[in-house]
């Protein structure tokens, strides 16, 4: 089975920190995504990479950033982390064309 | 970009009973891939059926069915035989196989089952 691995379930972190939440996957995926959850507004596309090093912003990319050095570990990083950004964050990977989304189990992030 | 909407943000359905989550989509692409997710408490989003907008045919996974009505662009998902596992949150989705390749997610409908 596919294995999507975040690094945290739960986290709280100050305003102002500079906050990296890790995703890696098992199955050699080429695409990995970062999505926020909020009640109410569905998934929200941060930033999505297709290849190693290569990065494409999504919906919602203001005052994150992210890092796909190796194939299976895609880390999104909050500059400075703001009380807005408090949110479920879940992380997800695929084949390249079609394929279905695998997800992570979601690191919900508490911004104080 | 596409969108996806899940006009209704609650439902119920009885044990045992059969319940339809709808889903509408826009787009002016003619090939692409719809999906249900689904995530319980637990949070861990688990896929529940998958339709490519090729094949005409509905797609079926045991209890769960779609209805896809692609000139309508509605992809409704239908749950039989209702069971107390199947309380969660279920997204719709579509996937472009066109420019940027990205999933978009409707809102979510919450299913809450009754025993």
């Known amino acids: 089975d596919v294995k999507v691995t975040q690094s945290s379930r739960y986290l709280v972190k100050r305003t102002g920190e500079k906050v990296f939440l890790e995703c890696v996957q098992d199955?050699?995926?080429?695409?990995m995504f970062w999505y926020r959850q909020d009640p109410g507004l569905g998934l929200r596309l941060i930033y999505f990479s297709y290849d190693v090093k290569m990065k494409e912003k999504g919906d919602i990319p203001e005052g994150y950033s992210v890092s796909r050095e190796k194939k299976e570990r895609f880390s999104l990083i909050l500059e400075s982390a703001s009380t807005n950004q408090t949110s479920m964050y879940l992380c997800?990977?695929?084949?390249?064309?079609?394929?279905?989304?695998?997800f992570g189990q979601g690191t919900r992030l508490t911004v104080v | 970009a596409q969108t996806v909407t899940q006009s209704q943000p609650e439902m119920s359905v009885q044990e045992a009973e059969t319940v339809t989550l709808s889903c509408t989509y826009d787009?002016?692409?003619?090939?692409?891939?719809l999906f249900w997710y689904k995530q319980p408490p637990s949070r861990q989003m688990i896929l529940v059926i998958r339709?490519?907008?090729?094949?005409?045919q509905n797609a079926t996974e045991n209890r769960f069915s779609v209805n896809f009505q692609k000139a309508a662009k509605s992809f409704s998902l239908k749950i039989s035989d209702s069971q107390l596992g199947d309380a969660a949150m279920y997204f719709c989705a579509y996937r472009s196989l066109n420019t940027g390749n990205q999933f978009y997610f409707g809102t979510g409908t919450s299913l809450t089952v009754i025993p």
């Open positions: 199955m050699d995926h080429e695409n």
């Open positions: 339709q490519e907008a090729y094949k005409q």
């Open positions: 787009t002016s692409e003619s090939d692409y891939y």
């Open positions: 997800a990977s695929s084949l390249l064309w079609g394929a279905v989304a695998f």
